[in-house]
């Protein structure tokens, strides 16, 4: 059984924060990682994808992967209203993805 | 250029019924994907298929069924309907690259 584990939540940050999603997961053989948004009622959406130690930046988002401690963490910057949602963190092994149940963020205006 | 397309988006079933789930997807990705999405749970794989012809299961493939005879085309097949099977259902596709293209989702009940 491969899984990610996620912490549900809720979160809740004040606007202009800097809001820390984290993510560890089961199998060492995952190849790589991603960060999905879900707005209530909708379907997921991708963030970031991650496939090496470090971190990845994409605008006010900041992907990062520790494969040693099978960690994957997502930090939003100057967070706005409109980054409320849930979070799910998903790994890729083979030919399948794997999610976790996913991390509900509210940012306070 | 649709994505991936998902009908119905809402179905009622009674217990015993059965249905098929329409997913099509006009991106030529080789690898589609069935999910359900349980409240307050994240997606569990259900089946998948990384092409024409090959289909395999996922985490939760009990009481359903899959077919793939197209690029563009992954019907999923509910056979007696059974309440636990109330969710809601997304596909997705892929190719190689790690992103995979979500359709709006099907929400089923089951009563």
């Known amino acids: 059984q491969k899984e990610v584990e996620q912490n549900s939540g809720p979160l809740s940050v004040p606007e202009g924060a800097i809001a820390s999603l984290n993510c560890t997961y089961s199998?060492?053989?995952?190849?790589?990682f991603f960060w999905y948004r879900q707005y209530s009622g909708k379907s997921p959406e991708l963030i970031m994808f991650?496939?090496?130690?470090g971190d990845k930046e994409d605008g006010r988002f900041t992907a990062q992967l520790n494969k040693a401690s099978q960690y994957v963490s997502l930090l939003i910057r100057d967070s706005q209203p409109s980054d409320s949602a849930t979070y799910l963190c998903?790994?890729?092994?083979?030919?399948?993805?794997?999610f976790g149940t996913g991390t509900s963020l509210t940012v306070i205006p | 250029n649709a994505g991936v397309t998902q009908t119905p988006k809402f179905r009622i079933l009674k217990i015993g019924q059965s249905m098929t789930l329409q997913c099509t997807q006009d991106?030529?990705?080789?690898?589609m994907y069935w999910y359900r999405q349980d409240p307050g749970m994240g997606l569990k794989l259900i089946y998948y298929?990384?092409?024409?012809?090959?289909?395999d299961k996922g985490e939760v493939p009990n009481g359903y069924n899959v077919s793939r005879s197209t690029t563009e085309d992954f019907p999923l097949r509910l056979e007696l309907a059974a309440p636990s099977q109330t969710s809601v259902y997304f596909c997705?596709?892929?190719?190689?690259?790690?992103?995979?293209?979500f359709g709006q989702g099907t929400r089923l009940t089951v009563v």
């Open positions: 997705a596709s892929s190719l190689q690259s790690p992103e995979a293209f």
């Open positions: 199998d060492r053989g995952s190849q790589s």
């Open positions: 991650i496939y090496s130690n």
């Open positions: 998903a790994v890729r092994a083979g030919n399948q993805f794997y």
């Open positions: 991106m030529n990705h080789n690898y």
């Open positions: 298929s990384v092409g024409a012809g090959i289909t």
